[in-house]
């Protein structure tokens, strides 16, 4: 079993709807999570950081953080074509690599957004 | 700012031959810089963190002689193939970061080798 498992879609969607992607974890000790936008034969970029449950806004997106279901999500509101990318959780117990952290990725979500 | 590059961008080497892979960060000093591997359609794998004038730490089942990296200064770091075989081509993609902690690393756009 992944320590990140992630539905690799791809997911389609008309422009305008909402977006939901999720992953879900098996380790507990995993405390901050993130999501990156990947463009395609691109690095990815990050999107949203969350430390520990809770939910975080910022713009059209939303990160939530489930810590009781091992379970995290990123809603996406009024989807844009220009949102059509690969979408990857990451995670890690810890802040940093020699703080014993170590960053785990899902497999990716790929989305396209359809004008 | 935190702009992160890699050269090239796309290279093809004949098999057993040797690739040097550029890493890096334009417009800032990253004390840590790390090492992902990617294959299509699938997660990144870390490969190795370095840290500058210090040896890279590598994960479990990355071969450090097949896969060198010099992190010769807080703006660059290098990855070297070494004898390079077909199973090698992936996408390879670094990241840069000033503090270390994970959620402020900053990714290069990745290079793409294939071995024939």
């Known amino acids: 079993q992944k320590e990140v498992e992630q539905d690799p879609g791809p997911l389609s969607v008309p422009e305008g709807a909402i977006v939901s992607l999720n992953c879900t974890y098996s380790?507990?000790?995993?405390?901050?999570f993130m999501w990156y936008r990947q463009y395609s034969r691109k690095g990815p970029e990050l999107l949203m950081y969350t430390y520990s449950s809770g939910n975080k806004e910022d713009g059209r997106f939303t990160a939530q953080v489930d810590k009781s279901s091992k379970y995290i999500s990123l809603f996406i509101r009024d989807s844009q074509p220009s949102d059509s990318a690969t979408y990857l959780c990451?995670?890690?117990?810890?802040?940093?690599?020699?703080?014993?952290?170590?960053?785990?990725f899902g497999q990716g979500t790929e989305l396209s957004v359809k004008p | 700012g935190a702009v992160v590059s890699q050269h090239p961008s796309w290279v093809i080497c004949k098999s057993g031959t040797s690739v040097k892979i550029e890493c890096r960060s334009l417009d800032f000093q990253a004390t840590t810089m790390f090492w992902y591997r990617q294959f299509p359609k699938q997660s990144l794998m870390l490969m190795a963190t370095s840290n500058e004038g210090s040896k890279a730490t590598y994960e479990q089942g990355v071969e450090k002689d097949k896969f060198l990296i010099n992190h010769a200064s807080l703006t660059l770091s290098t990855l070297t193939v070494t004898s390079a075989h077909p199973e090698d081509s992936s996408f390879y993609i670094c990241?840069?970061?000033?503090?270390?902690?994970?959620?402020?690393?900053?990714f290069g756009p990745g290079t793409r080798l294939t071995v024939t």
């Open positions: 380790n507990s000790a995993f405390q901050y």
């Open positions: 990241s840069a970061s000033r503090t270390g902690n994970f959620y402020e690393q900053y």
């Open positions: 990451a995670m890690s117990p810890q802040r940093r690599y020699n703080q014993g952290g170590k960053l785990i």
